[in-house]
């Protein structure tokens, strides 16, 4: 795992092919440190491929601790992706999708939406209420149409959940 952070492209790809071949929840959080910190290239796109292709169940946990920490900011639009693109659920946790969405650029925004519209039940209160704060504070203070934009739909989508409680 310490190469994925090698100078040298040919050892960040032998820890890749590692990685694809153990297929391990210990591989999660490095991978997704060395995406964090690579700059766009070829081997920068494997690993986008690789984080949103995850289907061990923990990876979703690993994902939201690092929305949570701050650790992963600048990536958080593709944390939101990948959480979408690997087919987890993270309804329980959409107080920090939304918060994390709403804070983020027109990405983070859309990839929130497309987790928040995928969900079909909530069970903790509390969290979808504390979700829905978060749009409506987000709309309330938004001047860019173009969030705004997304912000609504989002919102729609908690209130359904709302009532469908």
Not at 99 to 124: H, N
Request: hydrophobic share 40%; net charge negative; charged share 30%.
């Amino acid at each position: 795992m310490k190469d994925l952070n090698s100078k040298d492209d040919k050892k960040v790809v032998a820890e890749l092919d590692k990685a694809d071949a153990s297929g391990t929840i210990a591989w999660v959080k490095p991978l997704l440190y060395a995406f964090r910190d690579r700059g766009e290239d070829e081997i920068r796109e494997r690993m986008r491929g690789m984080l949103s292709s995850i289907k061990l169940s923990g990876a979703e946990g690993v994902y939201l601790e690092e929305l949570e920490s701050g650790e992963c900011d600048g990536i958080a639009a593709d944390i939101l992706g990948f959480i979408w693109s690997a087919g987890f659920d993270p309804s329980y946790k959409l107080d920090l999708i939304t918060k994390v969405a709403t804070s983020g650029d027109f990405r983070a925004a859309m990839e929130g939406l497309t987790i928040v519209e995928q969900c079909e039940s909530i069970d903790e209160e509390h969290v979808l209420l504390e979700a829905i704060l978060n749009v409506r504070n987000a709309i309330e203070t938004c001047s860019d149409d173009s969030l705004r934009a997304m912000y609504e739909p989002m919102l729609g989508a908690l209130q359904r959940l709302e009532r469908a409680q």
